[in-house]
């Protein structure tokens, strides 16, 4: 979809919008088991930062705070006055996945000792952030391991903070902490390193199976298949939850080169439809899929995505808190 006809639909009303567009749109109200942050420090989105941090997970299902929901051109607010970190969240109030300085104002105050990287780009991956948080564990692909080591052993010389414990991980591999199951997916994606294979992550808690995907250009089928809902598989498994990139957003055009490494609302949307329509997805009545990783150049306003996204999708912001069941 164009920008110009993006913008045009988004003027119109809810009814004369799905007319029209062939995406359905309707406006994504917050679903049960959402809720604006408690507090968010100045910067982010207009009427959503009063008070200081405060997240207490508690009960069932993966509660995720939304720490960072940009792409890596957020430098600074937008010319509408929007601010979005680099992405990044926080399951359960104790691991992360990426971290960079940009989210630091918005860690609770009861830090994580635990992160686990994507892939090496800095909007993602920050050694020295990492220490001047405190994390004690890392985890990370295992085809830049050395690299990461070195990074951590440069950023402990400057800070004078130690090493944390690195772990690599291999595709596929399995990590069970602080009560949830963490598996290393592949995918598509690229850094500056062609010998580095960039990851995302299949959480699971309970009968709750998320899955965090950015930096992707939609989802590998070996992706899928390692989390056992592949086209072929012979497992009876299904995601509940969805967090997944748009970089690209509405406004692209046929030849962006970022096609190949990231993904759009509409690949999004129809990669929701196929996997919910063979039972691969199977969220609770009423949950949403979140939008990440998106562009400061190409997204409209928050204010225009939470009118005009196609149901389930919804885009995530910075303070945001979910709990997926």
Do not use: C
Request: avoid cysteine; glycine fraction near 8%.
């Amino acid at each position: 979809m164009k920008r110009r006809e993006f913008l045009r639909i988004a003027a119109m009303t809810p009814v004369a919008a799905a007319a029209l567009n062939p995406l359905n749109l309707a406006k994504a109200q917050d679903p049960p088991g959402s809720r604006p942050p408690q507090g968010m420090p100045p910067g982010g989105f207009p009427g959503r930062n009063q008070g200081p941090v405060v997240y207490e997970p508690a009960g069932p299902g993966i509660h995720v705070r939304f720490l960072g929901t940009g792409g890596a051109d957020w430098n600074g607010p937008s010319s509408n006055g929007e601010l979005r970190r680099h992405a990044s969240i926080l399951a359960d109030g104790k691991v992360l996945f990426d971290y960079t300085p940009s989210a630091a104002d918005m860690v609770p105050e009861k830090r994580p000792e635990v992160v686990f990287y994507t892939h090496s780009h800095n909007d993602h991956y920050d050694a020295k952030a990492a220490l001047e948080l405190g994390i004690k564990r890392v985890y990370l692909g295992e085809t830049w391991l050395e690299r990461a080591k070195s990074d951590f052993q440069k950023a402990s010389e400057s800070t004078g903070k130690p090493v944390p414990e690195i772990i690599p991980l291999s595709l596929g591999q399995v990590v069970e902490l602080e009560g949830l199951k963490v598996t290393a997916l592949p995918a598509n994606h690229t850094s500056n390193y062609s010998d580095e294979q960039a990851l995302i992550y299949l959480i699971e808690k309970d009968s709750t199976r998320l899955l965090y995907a950015t930096d992707t250009a939609g989802l590998m089928a070996l992706a899928l298949a390692m989390a056992g809902v592949g086209q072929f598989s012979r497992e009876r498994k299904y995601l509940t939850g969805i967090i997944m990139e748009a970089t690209m957003g509405l406004d692209y055009k046929n030849d962006d080169q970022r096609m190949f490494s990231h993904s759009s609302v509409e690949q999004v949307a129809n990669t929701v439809k196929v996997l919910s329509d063979s039972r691969k997805y199977v969220p609770v009545e009423g949950q949403k899929v979140y939008i990440t990783h998106m562009s400061k150049m190409q997204q409209p306003s928050q204010d225009v995505l939470d009118s005009t996204l196609p149901d389930p999708i919804k885009a995530a912001y910075d303070g945001l808190e979910v709990v997926f069941p």
